[in-house]
């Protein structure tokens, strides 16, 4: 498959009053056409900045790419200028919010709303653009479109805004999508039609979509690939049967331990003791280490390369090294690895076919 989108070494900094905030250090990934990447982890991982950077998004002079390529289509967007970025954002990568009340425009019809990207990236005509967003709007499941397109963001429900969201980042055609936790603010049986409606659209329209979420759940039938942040790194990556079912990294555990199922009492819950670092001044050994019951002397001093697991399979962990002691992850762990997964999710098997 030919990559649409590399991310070499990525560095991001914010300058504040109280010192430089290393929010994405050294992060490198990359995603192929047609393909479906999920970023998690906890609030503070670096996921939302990484994916911001991709967009040239994040506030300027606050904010500073360090270091890194972000090579899109054989073009590195760190080199681009604010108005070359703005040909790209909408029409070549969309992005989806997480807020979908914040991210309309409360004062502008719906209509209005999905019509202004067309009109600028696709030289549309108003009427041509006005049949597009009708269109568009059956397509993400909104009935009675033609009369819809005509009414304000205050008039739609949570979960039909944020289709309205999705209409508009689709109107482009993008080849890349970014959804950022696209379904958080939502209840869990809006959730599931927003996530199966993402996984149809992308086979009608053979885009690559990056999804970040704190939920491993949430990916479990969505994501063909995982990548695992912490502390501004990626700590884990590989196929999704392999992170949920082969998981090496012990934050990867603890995000799994932590996810609740229906199958299982409440002591069954793994959790991850202790907060993430600050990020002024980032531990100089591995930055999982102080929450880590698992942590090895060298953890303290040296930050761990990325061991390969298998050819599609990296974590970060000095456990994989040859002279580390054997480690297994904890009993309610490897019970969700044998096949357990949240909210009665079906088993993931090689392949991408569930069981």
Same mark, same amino acid.
Request: proline share 6%; glycine share 8%.
């Given at each position: 498959?030919?990559?649409?989108?590399?991310?070499?070494?990525?560095?991001?900094?914010?300058?504040?009053?109280?010192?430089?905030?290393?929010?994405?250090?050294?992060?490198?990934?990359?995603?192929?056409?047609?393909?479906?990447?999920?970023?998690?982890?906890?609030?503070?991982?670096? %996921?939302?900045?990484?994916? /911001? $950077? &991709?967009?040239? #998004?994040?506030?300027?002079?606050? *904010?500073?790419?360090? @270091?890194?390529?972000?090579?899109?289509?054989?073009?590195?967007?760190?080199?681009?200028?604010?108005?070359?970025?703005?040909?790209?954002?909408?029409?070549?990568?969309?992005?989806?919010?997480?807020?979908?009340?914040?991210?309309?425009?409360?004062?502008?019809?719906?209509?209005?709303?999905?019509?202004?990207?067309?009109?600028?990236?696709?030289?549309?005509?108003? %009427?041509?653009?006005?049949? /597009? $967003? &009708?269109?568009? #709007?059956?397509?993400?499941?909104? *009935?009675?479109?033609? @009369?819809?397109?005509?009414?304000?963001?205050?008039?739609?429900?949570?979960?039909?805004?944020?289709?309205?969201?999705?209409?508009?980042?689709?109107?482009?055609?993008?080849?890349?999508?970014?959804?950022?936790?696209?379904?958080?603010?939502?209840?869990?049986?809006?959730?599931?039609?927003?996530?199966?409606?993402?996984?149809?659209?992308?086979?009608?329209?053979?885009?690559?979509?990056?999804?970040?979420?704190?939920?491993?759940?949430?990916?479990?039938?969505?994501?063909?690939?995982?990548?695992?942040?912490?502390?501004?790194?990626?700590?884990?990556?590989?196929?999704?049967?392999?992170?949920?079912?082969?998981?090496?990294?012990?934050?990867?555990?603890?995000?799994?331990?932590?996810?609740?199922?229906?199958?299982?009492?409440?002591?069954?819950?793994?959790?991850?003791?202790?907060?993430?670092?600050?990020?002024?001044?980032?531990?100089?050994?591995?930055?999982?280490?102080?929450?880590?019951?698992?942590?090895?002397?060298?953890?303290?001093?040296?930050?761990?390369?990325?061991?390969?697991?298998?050819?599609?399979?990296?974590?970060?962990?000095?456990?994989?090294?040859?002279?580390?002691?054997?480690?297994?992850?904890?009993?309610?762990?490897?019970?969700?690895?044998?096949?357990?997964?949240?909210?009665?999710?079906?088993?993931?098997?090689?392949?991408?076919?569930?069981?």
């Amino acid at each position: 498959m030919s990559k649409l989108l590399e991310v070499k070494n990525l560095k991001v900094s914010f300058n504040t009053f109280n010192g430089e905030v290393q929010a994405v250090r050294g992060v490198t990934f990359d995603i192929n056409k047609g393909e479906t990447l999920a970023i998690v982890g906890e609030s503070g991982s670096g %996921k939302s900045v990484a994916t /911001k $950077a &991709i967009m040239r #998004l994040l506030p300027s002079p606050q *904010s500073v790419i360090k @270091e890194g390529q972000i090579i899109f289509e054989g073009n590195d967007l760190v080199e681009k200028s604010q108005k070359e970025m703005r040909e790209i954002r909408g029409k070549d990568i969309s992005m989806i919010f997480q807020d979908p009340m914040t991210s309309l425009n409360p004062t502008m019809k719906i209509g209005n709303q999905i019509m202004e990207g067309l009109i600028e990236h696709q030289k549309m005509k108003s %009427k041509d653009a006005k049949s /597009k $967003a &009708i269109e568009l #709007l059956e397509l993400v499941g909104i *009935s009675d479109a033609e @009369e819809r397109i005509h009414q304000y963001p205050h008039q739609f429900s949570g979960g039909m805004r944020q289709r309205v969201v999705i209409a508009i980042a689709l109107a482009c055609n993008p080849k890349l999508l970014i959804a950022d936790e696209p379904t958080t603010a939502l209840d869990v049986t809006i959730q599931a039609q927003i996530l199966e409606l993402m996984k149809d659209i992308q086979k009608k329209t053979e885009s690559a979509i990056i999804f970040i979420t704190h939920d491993l759940g949430v990916v479990a039938n969505i994501a063909d690939r995982v990548a695992v942040m912490y502390a501004g790194k990626i700590v884990e990556i590989g196929l999704t049967e392999e992170i949920f079912y082969n998981a090496k990294h012990p934050y990867t555990w603890g995000l799994l331990g932590s996810m609740p199922s229906l199958d299982e009492s409440e002591e069954d819950l793994v959790t991850i003791p202790g907060t993430p670092p600050d990020m002024k001044n980032p531990p100089k050994g591995d930055a999982f280490a102080p929450r880590n019951a698992y942590a090895l002397k060298i953890d303290e001093e040296l930050e761990p390369p990325m061991f390969k697991v298998s050819e599609t399979h990296y974590a970060a962990t000095w456990l994989l090294h040859e002279n580390a002691p054997k480690m297994e992850p904890p009993a309610a762990v490897k019970q969700r690895m044998k096949g357990l997964t949240p909210t009665g999710a079906p088993r993931i098997v090689s392949g991408g076919e569930e069981e």
